[in-house]
């Protein structure tokens, strides 16, 4: 072939790419609480996928992206759930994000499978809610991400041999329970009670319970509350009622230290484990620069947390998921980028996995230690690539 001609052939080729990656205008709904005690949850999810779009305004293949956001309020179901029809029907949104608490993720479950339309989790953790539709996907974590380590390690590293669990008493909140137990009792701990707490909405006096606990003298206490303001008086009552000193150790997931509450959980918190997938203290490159790139978009005084990280990923795994379609964009073209995408996060590497749509991650221990004037979190320990423990031990709804 001649020069010319094959000069003729390429633009041919090239002009056909065009046409067909033309943009387009992809609508996403958020619904995350803004208002109410959980609002500083949305915030946080805000500012992580503000920060990804504002650091990767070319990564959507050319699509002008348009956010149709919405007030959850409460963590109760029904106002998602009128959300997410409105988003779909009125909206015509091409996929929806969000979702702090599972109630709402599950409410909204069945209106995305008769909608079509992507869900992607940047929070909601109850272990079986990908499986109620197959277009959810999650890049937040399972309680068993964290309830099922702690449980191994507590019984293997932390001597203890007995355990009392308490709870929220709402969906993660049973599946936290059911996979510290898991993960405690299948390593030879026992756990001598599980009590509910009181609900996600308001933040319970958590006294009368604790002080059954302490009555009860187990080596552990394992506490999963929906972090925010309860974190802060799960640690306060440890304190107030002198568990510490009567030798029961507070150990959970991380939701219990999130990074945006432990400046105010008071000295007592030195020296507590949780297990998680992210602390805005990780040494890590790629989360010193998010920290650094965080700090500098909201203030010094701000911080990520997990959520915060969750809106950033979020928001990285819809990217692909749009520019991986190269034109029309479709809830099947979304689900199949979203299987397998994997990612360098400021958590460190993360992938959906293909078969649950749900995240594989570390889960690491961690322990808060007093430093400079403040509490931080140190990674003591890893497991790596952790696939979701509920579904790959296929127990109860997992299955
Ligand atoms: C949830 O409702 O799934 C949830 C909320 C807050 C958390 C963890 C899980 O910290």
Redesign the pocket.
């Known amino acids: 072939m001649s020069l010319r001609k094959l000069t003729l052939a390429l633009s041919a080729v090239a002009a056909m790419a065009a046409t067909s990656a033309v943009a387009k205008t992809v609508r996403i709904g958020v619904v995350l609480p803004y208002s109410g005690g959980a609002a500083q ?1 949305g915030e946080q999810i805000d500012r992580g996928m503000n920060l990804y779009l504002n650091q990767n305004k070319d990564a959507f293949g050319g699509h002008e992206v348009v956010i149709v956001k919405r007030d959850s309020k409460r ?1 109760g179901g029904d106002i998602a759930k009128n959300a997410v029809q409105e988003l779909i029907t009125r909206e015509k949104v091409n996929l929806l994000t969000g979702f ?4 709402n ?1 599950i409410a909204s479950a069945p209106l995305v499978t008769q909608g079509k339309v992507p869900m992607v989790i940047m ?4 272990a079986w809610i990908p499986s109620l539709s197959p277009y959810i996907a999650r890049v937040s974590f399972t ?1 068993w991400h964290a309830g099922y380590p702690m449980g191994q390690y507590a019984h293997d590293k932390l001597s203890c041999k007995t355990a009392a669990i308490g709870f929220t008493d ?3 909140g049973k599946d936290s329970r059911n996979a510290f137990t898991k993960g405690f009792e299948s390593s030879g701990g026992k756990v001598l009670e599980a009590i509910p707490m009181g609900g ?1 909405r308001e933040v319970p006096d958590f006294t009368p319970f604790f002080q059954r606990v302490k009555n009860a003298k187990p080596d552990c206490f394992y506490v ?5 303001n309860h974190s802060v008086a799960v640690v306060k009552t440890y304190t107030n009622i002198g568990m510490k000193d009567a030798g029961i150790r507070l150990i959970g ?1 991380g ?1 219990i230290t ?1 990074d945006t509450k432990l400046q105010s959980m008071g000295a007592e918190a030195d020296g507590m484990i949780t297990v998680h997938h992210y602390s805005a203290d990780y040494k890590t490159p790629v989360n010193e620069a998010f920290v650094k790139a965080w700090k500098a978009a909201y203030g010094d005084d701000t911080t990520p947390d ?2 915060g990280v969750a809106g950033y990923d979020g928001m990285a795994a819809i990217a692909h998921a749009i520019s991986a379609q190269n034109g029309d964009v479709t809830a099947d073209g979304t689900m199949k980028a979203l299987k397998g995408w994997s990612f360098d996060s400021p958590r460190g590497k993360i992938t959906i996995d293909p078969d649950t749509r749900d995240i594989v991650q570390d889960s690491n221990v961690h322990k808060v230690v007093a430093k400079d004037g403040r509490l931080m979190i140190e990674v003591i320990d890893t497991i790596p690539q952790v696939k979701d423990p509920c579904k790959a031990l296929k127990i109860g709804k997992c299955k």
């Open positions: 949850f963590p702090v608490f599972s109630p993720a929070n909601a953790g109850t309680m709402y969906p993660p996600p999963f509350v929906p972090a925010g997931p939701d999130q997990f959520m």
